[in-house]
């Protein structure tokens, strides 16, 4: 019953993490994805999640958002028990996040502008219908995107504008938490940089936390507070890139390490000395 | 306290009114006073947010909306609120984003004009398609290597062989419907043996055919125009003719090679299937017996019904596929699309056999297989 408040029981920003995961298990038939895996998300921070292909990034992003029922573990979201609890009911919970997925995930027959209305619509019916239409359009050049950019159908969009657009979206209820999956996937480097930089803008702004699931080194150096690596199944290591390096686990080894790993290592090494 | 803002107006020594709001100024609860904000009339010259316990940017939107709109200074910001006023302040913009009104007068010859355009532009896209695909077929007459058999059998599987129950129960109800109802009218006259007749003359040279290409067009036509459409918008049409596939050989001639083929042999099928129907009512409701029904069958119908049929069932395979193709590669653009083609490719096929067939029933006739 609890969870159909629509009120935070917490307040708004309060200092407890938002993300807590305990002895998360998913299992797809004989093929164990995550086995005993803690995570916890500390409030404000951007925590980035990297890992091989097929360690189960996406799935545990899916998990966190109620997307995928794990076969065991706990999963705490804003002081929430997610876990074990109907989809339908978890609506106190969703207005306090925004999920931006992969491709943009942007509705195919809605311009942008009304993707960005289409939560305020559903969550808070209440609001004018202009005040909505304000809001969408400031939402959308807050994420980047030039104003003409509302009137325009996902289809005519770049890459690169549909991540922002969806960005725009994720950010329409003012969520506390926000969920990148691979953001800057696909996009050139200048286009990349000024994702990572209006993250950064934004998660100062407006107070994010922010879970990102990325493969750019560039992004895990210049924005992210912590790292969490994944692997055999588990969270091996969350901290500070020179702290994950300090465990001198192989893999971290090889993938801060590794040619790209250096150069971003590199770039950012002279960044500071400028 | 929780999810409420408030506000209250406030005179000052100097005259001067202040607008001070209270509690938390938050997407969750601006909806139910944002409207008496704007309405608020003595105007004020001054908003006091120092009361505001909570702000976020949709709170900070309409708070510098409505200074702006009075033309008054924001005091009492906390720092976070600062910051918010900031980040929505660089984002304000006089820009008009409501798409241009266009009065009716000129919206209709607009929309008319739109319309003979598409059609122009629609007649065109059906020529070359056409052309195209006649091209692909001469192509593969050239070099016979080229021609994709595994495409053609696997779709001949699907538009036939799994089309078979499905129509063999629509044929054999529809044998059963006919001559039940043909029995009860002829017996009017004394002549509930003519109903051999009528079914096997009705199933042989119109019925059979034309529903088995409705249910075809439904089946087939509205798949291929789905599957065709979902590739042009995966990017997989484009992915092939830069391989140097030509998606028209690969996609589009297949499915046309095998909706022709085997609509001679669905049509067939599904009328002696709707012949056995009518024997099976004629066993059982007018006492004739089933295989007297069949021998019957063949005196009184003569063979060129027979030929009618397998005709005109090509023909209408060829016009369900083409349709499914065409409007499948049409696709362009989002996923609504593909629904839409579906539906015209189904209603188009099914509107344009309905019509060849009139007009073969005439031919049919002139040429002297009444």
Same mark, same amino acid.
């Given at each position: 019953m609890a969870y159909e408040e629509p009120e935070a029981p917490h307040g708004r920003f309060s200092k407890e993490p938002p993300i807590v995961v305990k002895g998360l298990v998913n299992r797809f038939g004989d093929f164990i994805v995550h086995d005993g895996l803690d995570l916890t998300v500390n409030r404000g921070e951007i925590l980035g999640v990297v890992g091989g292909s097929g360690t189960g990034k996406s799935v545990m992003m899916r998990s966190i958002i109620g997307l995928q029922k794990p076969t065991a573990g706990d999963i705490d979201v804003l002081g929430r028990?997610?876990?074990?609890?109907?989809?339908?009911?978890?609506?106190?919970?969703?207005?306090?996040?925004?999920?931006?997925?992969?491709?943009?995930?942007?509705?195919?027959?809605?311009?942008?502008?009304?993707?960005?209305?289409?939560?305020?619509?559903?969550?808070?019916?209440?609001?004018?219908?202009?005040?909505?239409?304000?809001?969408?359009?400031?939402?959308?050049?807050?994420?980047?995107?030039?104003?003409?950019?509302?009137?325009?159908?996902?289809?005519?969009?770049?890459?690169?504008?549909?991540?922002?657009?969806?960005?725009?979206? +994720?950010?329409?209820?003012? &969520? =506390? @938490? !926000?969920?990148?999956?691979? *953001?800057?996937?696909?996009?050139?480097?200048? #286009?990349?940089?000024?994702?990572?930089?209006?993250?950064?803008?934004?998660?100062?702004?407006?107070?994010?936390?922010?879970?990102?699931?990325?493969?750019?080194?560039?992004?895990?150096?210049?924005?992210?507070?912590?790292?969490?690596?994944?692997?055999?199944?588990?969270?091996? +290591?969350?901290?500070?890139? &020179? =702290? @994950? !390096?300090?465990?001198?686990? *192989?893999?971290?080894?090889?993938?801060?390490? #590794?040619?790209?790993?250096r150069s971003a290592q590199a770039a950012q090494s002279r960044e500071q000395s400028d | 306290m929780q999810g409420a803002v408030t506000y209250t107006l406030e005179d000052d020594s100097a005259g001067a009114c202040k607008l001070v709001l209270e509690g938390q100024l938050l997407v969750s609860s601006i909806g139910p006073v944002e409207a008496e904000l704007d309405e608020i009339d003595p105007r004020f010259s001054e908003i006091d947010i120092s009361a505001v316990d909570e702000i976020d940017t949709v709170g900070a939107w309409v708070v510098s909306r409505l200074a702006k709109h009075n033309d008054c200074p924001i005091t009492g910001a906390s720092d976070t609120a600062k910051h918010l006023l900031d980040a929505v302040a660089d984002t304000v913009s006089d820009g008009d984003l409501t798409p241009e009104h266009v009065p009716v007068w000129e919206r209709v010859p607009l929309l008319l004009g739109g319309r003979v355009y598409q059609a122009r532009s629609g007649f065109f896209g059906v020529v070359s398609f056409l052309g195209a695909?006649?091209?692909?077929?001469?192509?593969?007459?050239?070099?016979?290597?080229?021609?994709?058999?595994?495409?053609?059998?696997?779709?001949?599987?699907?538009?036939?062989?799994?089309?078979?129950?499905?129509?063999?129960?629509?044929?054999?109800?529809?044998?059963?419907?006919?001559a039940q109802q043909g029995a009860v009218q002829l017996s009017q006259f004394g002549a509930e043996t003519l109903t051999v007749n009528l079914v096997g003359r009705i199933t042989l040279r119109e019925l059979g055919v034309l529903m088995t290409a409705i249910m075809v067009a439904g089946r087939s036509g509205s798949a291929f125009a789905a599957q065709i459409g979902t590739m042009k918008l995966t990017e997989e049409v484009d992915a092939m003719r830069t391989i140097g596939i030509s998606p028209i050989e690969r996609l589009v001639i297949p499915r046309i090679i095998a909706c022709t083929f085997m609509m001679i042999i669905l049509g067939f099928y599904s009328s002696i299937v709707g012949i056995i129907g009518g024997a099976v009512i004629g066993q059982f409701a007018l006492g004739i017996p089933f295989f007297n029904f069949l021998e019957r069958i063949q005196e009184v119908v003569p063979l060129h019904d027979v030929w009618v049929g397998l005709v005109k069932a090509p023909v209408f395979g060829l016009i369900v596929a083409l349709a499914g193709c065409y409007h499948g590669m049409q696709v362009k653009g989002n996923s609504e699309e593909v629904g839409l083609r579906t539906t015209m490719a189904v209603v188009s096929a099914i509107f344009a056999v309905i019509v060849l067939d009139a007009f073969f029933a005439v031919f049919f006739t002139e040429v002297g297989w009444g």
């Amino acid at each position: 019953m609890a969870y159909e408040e629509p009120e935070a029981p917490h307040g708004r920003f309060s200092k407890e993490p938002p993300i807590v995961v305990k002895g998360l298990v998913n299992r797809f038939g004989d093929f164990i994805v995550h086995d005993g895996l803690d995570l916890t998300v500390n409030r404000g921070e951007i925590l980035g999640v990297v890992g091989g292909s097929g360690t189960g990034k996406s799935v545990m992003m899916r998990s966190i958002i109620g997307l995928q029922k794990p076969t065991a573990g706990d999963i705490d979201v804003l002081g929430r028990r997610i876990t074990g609890v109907d989809l339908d009911k978890r609506i106190g919970v969703r207005r306090r996040w925004g999920v931006l997925f992969q491709g943009g995930a942007l509705f195919s027959t809605l311009t942008v502008g009304e993707n960005v209305e289409v939560p305020l619509k559903e969550f808070y019916p209440e609001i004018s219908p202009e005040l909505r239409r304000e809001i969408a359009r400031f939402k959308v050049l807050l994420s980047g995107l030039p104003e003409e950019a509302a009137l325009k159908y996902p289809s005519e969009l770049s890459g690169g504008m549909k991540k922002r657009a969806g960005l725009a979206r +994720a950010l329409a209820l003012d &969520p =506390e @938490l !926000l969920f990148l999956d691979e *953001p800057t996937a696909g996009l050139d480097p200048i #286009g990349a940089a000024a994702f990572d930089q209006q993250t950064k803008d934004l998660k100062e702004t407006l107070g994010l936390t922010v879970f990102l699931i990325t493969h750019d080194l560039d992004t895990l150096y210049e924005i992210c507070d912590r790292v969490a690596v994944l692997a055999d199944k588990k969270v091996i +290591a969350v901290g500070t890139i &020179p =702290e @994950l !390096l300090e465990t001198g686990h *192989p893999w971290i080894e090889e993938y801060f390490n #590794g040619p790209r790993g250096r150069s971003a290592q590199a770039a950012q090494s002279r960044e500071q000395s400028d | 306290m929780q999810g409420a803002v408030t506000y209250t107006l406030e005179d000052d020594s100097a005259g001067a009114c202040k607008l001070v709001l209270e509690g938390q100024l938050l997407v969750s609860s601006i909806g139910p006073v944002e409207a008496e904000l704007d309405e608020i009339d003595p105007r004020f010259s001054e908003i006091d947010i120092s009361a505001v316990d909570e702000i976020d940017t949709v709170g900070a939107w309409v708070v510098s909306r409505l200074a702006k709109h009075n033309d008054c200074p924001i005091t009492g910001a906390s720092d976070t609120a600062k910051h918010l006023l900031d980040a929505v302040a660089d984002t304000v913009s006089d820009g008009d984003l409501t798409p241009e009104h266009v009065p009716v007068w000129e919206r209709v010859p607009l929309l008319l004009g739109g319309r003979v355009y598409q059609a122009r532009s629609g007649f065109f896209g059906v020529v070359s398609f056409l052309g195209a695909i006649i091209l692909g077929f001469a192509n593969l007459a050239r070099h016979p290597s080229r021609v994709p058999i595994r495409a053609v059998v696997r779709q001949m599987e699907m538009v036939g062989i799994s089309a078979l129950p499905i129509i063999g129960l629509m044929s054999f109800l529809i044998g059963i419907v006919i001559a039940q109802q043909g029995a009860v009218q002829l017996s009017q006259f004394g002549a509930e043996t003519l109903t051999v007749n009528l079914v096997g003359r009705i199933t042989l040279r119109e019925l059979g055919v034309l529903m088995t290409a409705i249910m075809v067009a439904g089946r087939s036509g509205s798949a291929f125009a789905a599957q065709i459409g979902t590739m042009k918008l995966t990017e997989e049409v484009d992915a092939m003719r830069t391989i140097g596939i030509s998606p028209i050989e690969r996609l589009v001639i297949p499915r046309i090679i095998a909706c022709t083929f085997m609509m001679i042999i669905l049509g067939f099928y599904s009328s002696i299937v709707g012949i056995i129907g009518g024997a099976v009512i004629g066993q059982f409701a007018l006492g004739i017996p089933f295989f007297n029904f069949l021998e019957r069958i063949q005196e009184v119908v003569p063979l060129h019904d027979v030929w009618v049929g397998l005709v005109k069932a090509p023909v209408f395979g060829l016009i369900v596929a083409l349709a499914g193709c065409y409007h499948g590669m049409q696709v362009k653009g989002n996923s609504e699309e593909v629904g839409l083609r579906t539906t015209m490719a189904v209603v188009s096929a099914i509107f344009a056999v309905i019509v060849l067939d009139a007009f073969f029933a005439v031919f049919f006739t002139e040429v002297g297989w009444g």
